[in-house]
């Protein structure tokens, strides 16, 4: 059959319309995107007879095409089953948020709300005033600032405080964070100069002193969250930067990255910096991430002396870095749990998932155990094995967290079979995502709460 005759076989986009297998997408999804749908399948069939000078192997049946590319077509933001090992997985969200906040979002998302509205006076307010208030209570800071993320918050206070000026900071905290984002460079783009002092893993309180001169407007130490430096090594503390910074009358910061507003040790998890502490020792700024320990959503925290804050809130910036309704209610409604600290562990998830036992994921590991293996057969060893979990998202690199996992080994012994694997688990309507290591699939439990729904992500 020639181009020509194939060409005629490809049907009009009004007859398909008519077609009784095609009305019900049409009433489901709309005309507008069915026609969109039939038109690229369309094109593909011209693209068919052009490349192969056939028509493609669904030409026989539109409808059902429609139907398959229509259901396959996955939301932007796909719920996953997190078995990786890593609980603040950057790449899948970080930390997922609790109940409280969900609501207050939901309600913010379906409900006008004051923003920046003063029910006082009905005057407008500041969107931020009341979550800074809670961060206020909870840290004793004399004010607080919230932007998109700590990235932002970095930058902001760069901006704000040393625009045009010198800022000194450790040459062993000229840190790289995920996405490319660079001490120096930040500096850069908001117009400071960067002073570098002390040696990569060795800086005394001596070398900030002979750097400051009248051109230097901060004293900043940058917490070191996603890597750890070890054997002969030194650093200036906090308040010892505090003192020398007073003494100069030059302002200091911390950018914290983690920022945890509570003991971790408590819980038997390692000591994490808390920008409280930092506050006490008389540290002027500290900014932190809030998806991160504090297991609220993604923005950054500017707390600190009020004359800095106020400063930061007029900077043109502000407005184009500042967090959004759904970001400030998520935010205030997880910072409302921490007045419950006894509760904590259980109505916050991240911290819940960090503080899981090895015992209790043991059992878990268990009784999945007999039923993956039926549903996989014989192709496949699979087995429980002990495993350490990250806490992850740069938080405390080096510690691990004990724990269990399913591990899956082919019976061919071919890493190919592997690959072909984790495919699959990723193609799944909720796809699982573990990790590969040591030529084996590893199913890390720890962020399995539902085992239920793991069972049901498999059946086909």
């Known amino acids: 059959?020639?181009?020509?005759?194939l060409y005629s076989q490809i049907p009009a986009i009004d007859g398909l319309l008519r077609e009784d297998g095609i009305a019900a997408p049409v009433a489901l999804y709309g005309q507008t995107y069915i026609v969109s749908v039939l038109r690229e399948m369309q094109d593909d069939a011209r693209g068919s007879i052009r490349d192969k000078q056939q028509l493609p192997d669904w030409h026989s049946g539109w409808a059902d095409e429609l139907s398959r590319r229509v259901d396959s077509e996955r939301e932007a933001l796909q719920p996953v089953i997190n078995l990786t090992g890593t609980v603040l997985h950057t790449n899948l969200g970080r930390a997922l948020q609790a109940e409280a906040a969900i609501e207050a979002v939901t309600n913010a998302m379906r409900y006008p709300v004051t923003l920046e509205y003063s029910l006082d006076d009905a005057g407008r307010g500041h969107r931020d005033s009341v979550v800074a208030e809670r961060l206020c209570q909870l840290t004793g800071a004399e004010a607080a600032c919230i932007v998109n993320n700590n990235a932002a918050a970095v930058l902001l206070v760069l901006a704000t405080m040393a625009a045009g000026r010198e800022v000194i900071v450790s040459r062993g905290e000229l840190v790289e964070i995920g996405g490319a984002f660079r001490v120096p460079e930040v500096m850069s783009q908001a117009g400071c100069r960067l002073v570098e002092v002390g040696t990569t893993n060795r800086t005394h309180l001596r070398d900030y002193q002979h750097a400051i001169s009248e051109q230097t407007a901060l004293l900043m130490k940058v917490h070191t969250s996603n890597y750890h430096i070890e054997g002969f090594t030194a650093?200036?503390?906090g308040q010892e930067l505090a003192a020398l910074g007073l003494a100069h009358a030059v302002p200091t910061v911390i950018d914290l990255g983690s920022g945890a507003l509570i003991d971790m040790t408590q819980w038997g998890l390692p000591e994490e910096p808390m920008p409280q502490r930092y506050l006490e020792q008389g540290i002027d700024i500290v900014t932190f991430s809030g998806d991160k320990l504090l297991g609220g959503p993604q923005a950054g925290i500017i707390l600190g002396k009020k004359e800095w804050i106020d400063a930061i809130q007029q900077h043109p910036l502000k407005r184009a870095l500042r967090a959004d309704k759904m970001t400030l209610a998520a935010l205030d409604a997880t910072l409302r749990l921490y007045r419950r600290p006894e509760k904590l562990a259980q109505t916050l998830p991240s911290l819940r998932l960090l503080t899981?036992?090895?015992?209790?994921?043991?059992?878990?590991?268990?009784?999945?155990?007999?039923?993956?293996?039926a549903y996989y057969g014989d192709d496949w060893v699979i087995r429980t094995e002990p495993c350490s979990s990250q806490i992850g998202s740069g938080s405390l690199p080096v510690e691990r967290l004990a724990g269990w996992a399913l591990t899956f080994t082919p019976q061919n012994g071919k890493g190919s079979a592997l690959a072909t694997l984790t495919q699959s688990h990723r193609r799944l309507a909720t796809p699982v995502i573990g990790r590969v290591n040591d030529?084996?699939?590893?199913?890390?439990?720890r962020c399995l709460e539902d085992e239920n729904r793991l069972l049901q992500a498999l059946l086909p």
């Open 439 to 445: 030529g084996r699939l590893w199913w890390d439990l």
């Open 1 to 5: 059959m020639n181009e020509r005759a």
């Open 356 to 373: 899981r036992s090895a015992d209790d994921i043991y059992d878990m590991a268990q009784r999945l155990l007999p039923k993956i293996q």
């Open 235 to 237: 650093e200036v503390n």
